[in-house]
C-alpha cells in the first residue's frame, strides 16, 4: 500500500501530465490518466485530481493573490502542480495544515529549484496564516 507522501507524488505526476496534454491540445481523459499512473484505485488520489482541476481557476487566483511580483504561470510546471495541489488540500480537504506544508516542501525539494520551493513554502504560509 503506498503512503500518503507516496501518493501526493503520483498527484503531482498527474497533474503535470494533464496540464501538459492542456498545453498541447491533446485530448484525454482524467481517469485514464489516473490509472496510467496507479496500479490501484485510491480515493485519495481522485479527491485530489478531480478537486484540484475543478477549482484550477480558483487556485490560481489564491496562488497569484499570495505569490509576491510573481505568477503562478511562471513558476516552472512541478512547482505549479504541487502549488495547485497543496492549496487544494489545504482549502478543501481535511489534512492538518503542517501536513499540507510539508509534503509541498518535500515535493519541492525533490522536484524543483530552491527559489520555487521557497515560493511554495510562502504561499502555503500566508494561506494558514489567513484562516
Do not use: C, H
Not at 503542517?98 to 502555503?124: G, T
Amino acid at each position: 500500500m503506498a503512503t500518503r507522501s507516496e501518493l501526493r507524488e503520483k498527484v503531482m505526476t498527474i497533474l503535470y501530465q494533464i496540464e501538459l496534454y492542456d498545453k498541447n491540445k491533446i485530448e484525454y481523459n482524467i481517469d485514464n490518466v489516473i490509472k496510467e499512473n496507479l496500479d490501484i484505485d485510491n480515493e485519495f488520489v481522485k479527491d485530489m485530481v478531480y478537486g484540484t482541476t475543478t477549482y484550477l481557476t480558483e487556485i490560481d487566483k489564491i496562488a497569484n493573490e499570495n505569490l509576491s511580483d510573481w505568477t503562478i504561470d511562471r513558476i516552472d510546471s512541478m512547482g505549479r502542480s504541487i502549488l495547485r495541489m497543496s492549496i487544494y488540500e489545504l482549502k478543501y480537504m481535511d489534512t492538518p495544515d503542517l501536513v499540507v506544508i510539508n509534503e509541498a516542501i518535500e515535493l519541492a525539494k525533490k522536484y524543483s529549484d530552491d527559489n520555487v520551493r521557497k515560493m511554495i513554502n510562502a504561499v502555503l504560509d500566508k494561506l494558514v496564516n489567513q484562516e
